[in-house]
């Protein structure tokens, strides 16, 4: 985890004047079944995309509020990343693309019977989003609709 005196004076200067969003009532909902029986969802914020799709498009101006879907039996190393964010540091990443994704991790995780099953499809959002209003009102809601339709009772969000 990155303390502020590591970022940039810019973005020091952003952290400290950006108006963040609070929730009140925190969303929550306590899952219905038991993680050995769920069927869990992966989305992340990373701007994880397959090589074959379009990359998010850093240039969009509080960024760009569009998801990409990623089936779940992709291999790893045909994802890339698109994180807008020059706070964020891309080497864990590109070292480990579970970090980002960890289909991997989850699918040995349902192999095991710590999960139910993995979800067909994650949800990959770009990060550093300073302008959520499309997100929050189509976007974020359009990918749930998604999930919820795939039947997947737990989603797992992936912060980058």
């Given at each position: 985890m990155a303390r502020l005196s590591d970022l940039s004076l810019r973005n020091r200067v952003f952290m400290a004047r950006y108006r963040y969003r609070a929730l009140d009532p925190v969303p929550f909902a306590r899952p219905r079944k038991p993680l050995g029986e769920a069927r869990v969802a992966l989305v992340t914020t990373g701007g994880v995309y397959l090589r074959s799709q379009v990359p998010f498009d850093c240039t969009v101006r509080g960024g760009d509020s569009s998801f990409r879907e990623?089936?779940?039996?992709?291999?790893?190393?045909?994802?890339?990343?698109?994180?807008?964010?020059?706070?964020?540091?891309?080497?864990?990443?590109?070292?480990?693309?579970?970090?980002?994704?960890?289909?991997?991790?989850?699918?040995?995780?349902?192999?095991?019977?710590?999960?139910?099953?993995?979800?067909?499809?994650?949800?990959?959002?770009?990060?550093?989003?300073?302008?959520?209003?499309?997100?929050?009102?189509?976007?974020?809601?359009?990918?749930?609709?998604?999930?919820e339709a795939d039947g997947a009772d737990v989603a797992l969000l992936i912060p980058l």
């Open positions: 990623i089936p779940s039996g992709t291999a790893v190393e045909t994802l890339d990343i698109a994180h807008k964010s020059d706070a964020f540091d891309q080497t864990g990443f590109r070292a480990d693309r579970n970090l980002g994704l960890p289909l991997e991790r989850l699918r040995e995780m349902a192999a095991r019977g710590e999960i139910g099953a993995l979800n067909g499809r994650a949800i990959s959002f770009m990060g550093s989003i300073t302008a959520p209003g499309r997100l929050v009102k189509e976007t974020a809601p359009r990918a749930a609709a998604l999930l």
